[in-house]
């Protein structure tokens, strides 16, 4: 019982415990999920807790939760408490990058012989981290497009231990069905992970749709700033596959083994940057509609990909799957000369990789994030831009693209 709810009822917890989490909406959780103020002192705002090791009362016997702060300190454990909650998960464990959570399912779940399923533009790092380093241990890659379920039903009659899906993807926007995957996932003995970083768990809960886990970048969104690398790992078991029922415990021991949990304040800022999800994640996708809409009557503009415009070939998916649309758009410039041109104009956005920060940031795909595709099959058009919306005046953010896409 949560007594901020009813302000006549008496507290729930003992003076000096931090008041559980109550029910609520996204944003009041998003704020108070990581507990109240802290006992001792009062403070509204968790102090950062740098000490490494924590007092014993007797040999063996911690005051606490805590006894070494590799395997977890106080406000690792409030950044977690937040991310499950919001996420809808059994359990969150909060690390020091994105790609520390991608590396832990990889390494907690699979082991020699075992295939994975990834989407043809999954996330680079992500493939890199599978061909570079998992290869050598027996891990084979299944590249298929998994929106389409002739090619998922394909990929899965080869019997792999783990299906990967980024939706919306990266940089093209793709939206993937999350509850159709898992349900063929499962069938085929198969679990399912979701790369949540674009959506956010505000605007879209994969474990709610079946996903057994879900990584984030929380560099991104979830951070929100632009000054924190984190990353995320977050499980539910639903009781359909042994394996679900394992993969908490599997997380669990090689994080706390691995040693890639969230350091205080990284997972102290990322915490902070959480409150305030909601707010701007609507300011976000409010934003990118607007630009949208605007590149898209632009004579500059050849294409614009943003999964809220109703000509996306997935629109209706997204908005039955997403509570908004997002805060990245991509597009075409008529040429590769004019994308260039727009690169080197742009005074508002800043010419940078990344994306969910608070200030917006152009990326010329094809020399910048997705330079490695160069080549290959999946390599990303010299013409391709993709924005990410931050949290300017959406009219400041129309006038730079109108002078960086000037005649
Ligand atoms: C950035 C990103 C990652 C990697 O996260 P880091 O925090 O940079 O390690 C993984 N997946 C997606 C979709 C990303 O955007």
Redesign the pocket.
Known sequence: MDSRADPSAAPATEPGAAPAAGPGAFATRAIHAGGGPEPATGAVVQPLYLSTTYAMDSPGVTRGAYDYARAGNPNRSALEATLAELEGADAAHAVS????A?TAVFSALLAPGDSVVVPRDV?G??VRLLEDEYARWGITIIPADIADPAALAAALAAGPALVWV?TPS?PSLEIIDIAATARAAHAAGALLAV?N??ATPYLQQPLGLGADVVVH????FCGGHSDV???AVLVKDHGELPAGAQAGARIDRWTASAGVGSAPFDAWLTARGLKTLAVRMERHCDSALRVARWLRAHPQVAEVRYPGLPDHPQHELAAAQMRGFGGIVTFRAASEAIALRAAERVRVFALAE??GGVESLFDHAATMTHLCLRGTELEVGPDVIRLSIGLEDPADLIADLTAALAD
């Open positions: 990058s994105g790609m520390a991608v996330y790092g992500t980024e990266n790369d970083t674009f970048s929380t560099t991104k690398v984190g990353g990344s994306l």
